[in-house]
């Protein structure tokens, strides 16, 4: 079946526009998180969805980062006023039922801001 | 506060030869999970092993095998006779055994070079 998709694949902007990233999990998954990978790191958690309900968003790194996911599907990671620190790859994550069950990753969003 | 360690930045071997990923970990938890992923090229991460801290048996998986050891709390990966297409960035990881939310930690990566 699909997995994980995220939308765009590449996304470049200018310092100080503000960008959209979609994810779309997988069907049926209840859980959903955001990480964040800079470049030769690991990935980094940013914030966690059950559902619609955002229960853990300790690793935004500032309010400029701000994520939804409305009707407990498709989830939107929004940065606002981009800086040139949020250059990195934005991962999407899904899991069924936890702790059962693993997370599955998407392709990603490489944002580059110039 | 959780924690891994991949201190292998880089190896490389040449094809057919064996090699070892380290990976040791921090955590209070009594129960946790831990996990590796492979990130080839196309940027994706895949899963290869989840395994809960109750059970300490080694696992294999063709050429693949896991080796979890709580009393120095490690939990290192084999790759039996290296192939080309292993060349990827390999990453431990560590989560809570919570209802939900276990968010995942990961180490820095190991990125493995198998030559041919």
């Known amino acids: 079946g699909a997995g994980v998709s995220q939308s765009p694949r590449y996304k470049v902007a200018k310092r100080g526009q503000d960008v959209a990233l979609r994810c779309d999990p997988i069907?049926?998954?209840?859980?959903l998180f955001w990480y964040q990978q800079a470049l030769g790191q690991g990935p980094e958690f940013l914030t966690y969805?059950?559902?619609?309900?955002?229960?853990?968003k300790s690793g935004l790194p500032s309010d400029r980062f701000f994520a939804e996911r409305p009707e407990g599907s498709v989830s939107t990671l929004k940065i606002q006023r981009t800086q040139q620190e949020d250059s990195a790859v934005y991962l999407c994550?899904?899991?069924?039922?936890?702790?059962?069950?693993?997370?599955?990753f998407g392709p990603g969003t490489r944002l580059t801001v110039t | 506060a959780q924690k891994v360690t991949q201190a292998q930045t880089e190896i490389s071997v040449v094809e057919k030869e064996d090699v070892t990923l380290d990976c040791v970990y921090e955590?209070?938890?009594?129960?946790?999970?831990l996990f590796w992923y492979k990130q080839p090229p196309s940027g994706e991460l895949v899963f290869l092993i989840r395994?809960?801290?109750?059970?300490?048996q080694n696992e294999i998986s063709g050429r693949y095998s896991w080796n979890f050891q709580k009393s120095t709390s490690s939990f290192n990966f084999t790759i039996t006779a290296s192939q080309v297409v292993d060349s990827a960035v390999y990453f431990c990881?560590?989560?809570?055994?919570?209802?939900?939310?276990?968010?995942?930690?990961f180490g820095a990566g190991t990125i493995l070079r198998v030559k041919s």
């Open positions: 994550a899904s899991s069924f039922k936890e702790p059962s069950y693993e997370q599955y």
């Open positions: 069907s049926g998954h209840v859980s």
């Open positions: 969805f059950q559902n619609e309900a955002q229960l853990d």
């Open positions: 955590t209070r938890d009594t129960t946790y999970y």
């Open positions: 395994r809960n801290s109750f059970d300490e």
């Open positions: 990881a560590l989560s809570e055994a919570k209802e939900y939310g276990n968010k995942l930690v």
